[in-house]
C-alpha cells in the first residue's frame, strides 16, 4: 500500500522546468509525496465572495443532478480562490466521481496539503490512495520498465535515451501523468522549450 506523504517546503511560486525534479514514484512505491506546484495564494474579497456563490451553485446543480455543471462550476470557484480546502474537496469529489482520476489526484492534493488535519477532510487521503491504487493497477510492466529505463537514462547523462523511454512509457499508458511530466523536464535540459512546455 503506498503511504501518503506531505510536502513540508514552503509554498511559493513555481519552479523553472529546469529546476524541478523528476517524477519517481512506481507502483507499489511506500511513498507518494503531493508537493505544492502553486502559490494557492488568498484571494481578494471579491474573489471570494465570487468563489463562494459559484460553489453555492455548484450545489444546487447537483441536487438537481448535473455532475458536469457542477464540476464546471467548482472549476471556476477554484481559480478564484485556490486557497479553500472546502471548494478543493468538493471539487475533487465531482472528479473522483465523473471519472477524471489525474485531475481528482491534483484537487485531493491540494485539500492535504492546505489542511492536513481538517475535520471533514479526513478521506481525502483515502480517496487519494484509492485513486492512485486504480491508476496504477492499470499501467502494464512495459510502460513501468519504459519509465525506469528513463530515470536511469536521465540520471545518467543519457537525455535523448530517456526522451524516448519517457515517451514509450507514455504512449503505453496514456493516463500516466508522471511519464509525460518527466518527459517534459528532460526535453528543457535538453532545450527543447516547445517541447517541453506541450508536455509539462
Known amino acids: 500500500m503506498v503511504v ?14 529546469q529546476e524541478l525534479g523528476l517524477k519517481r514514484a512506481l507502483p507499489g512505491d511506500e511513498t507518494f509525496t503531493c508537493s505544492p506546484t502553486d502559490a494557492w495564494s488568498p484571494p481578494g474579497p471579491e474573489e471570494r465572495t465570487q468563489a463562494g456563490r459559484l460553489g453555492s451553485n455548484a ?15 467548482l472549476a471556476r470557484a477554484t481559480e478564484l ?34 489542511e492536513p488535519e481538517t475535520s471533514g477532510f479526513e478521506d481525502a ?6 485513486l492512485l491504487d486504480e491508476e496504477w493497477a492499470q499501467i502494464p510492466d512495459e510502460a513501468i520498465q519504459a519509465f525506469e529505463t ?11 535515451a530517456a526522451v524516448r523511454s519517457f515517451g514509450l512509457a507514455w504512449q503505453r499508458a496514456p493516463e500516466w501523468a508522471d511519464a509525460v511530466f ?3 523536464i528532460v526535453e528543457a535540459r535538453l532545450g527543447r522549450v516547445d517541447e517541453a512546455v506541450a508536455d509539462l
Open 125 to 130: 487521503a483515502s480517496r487519494l490512495q484509492s
Open 182 to 184: 518527466n518527459r517534459g
Open 81 to 114: 480562490d485556490p486557497s479553500s480546502a472546502s471548494l478543493a474537496y468538493r471539487y475533487a469529489r465531482i472528479l473522483e466521481d465523473l471519472g477524471a482520476r489525474n485531475a481528482a489526484v491534483a484537487e485531493f492534493c491540494r485539500v492535504i496539503l492546505l
Open 59 to 73: 450545489d444546487q446543480a447537483l441536487i438537481l443532478g448535473d455532475r458536469e455543471r457542477a464540476r464546471d462550476l
Open 150 to 160: 528513463g530515470l536511469s537514462g536521465a540520471d545518467e547523462g543519457r537525455l535523448e
Open 4 to 17: 501518503l506523504a506531505v510536502a513540508t517546503a514552503p509554498k511559493c511560486a513555481p519552479l523553472p522546468a
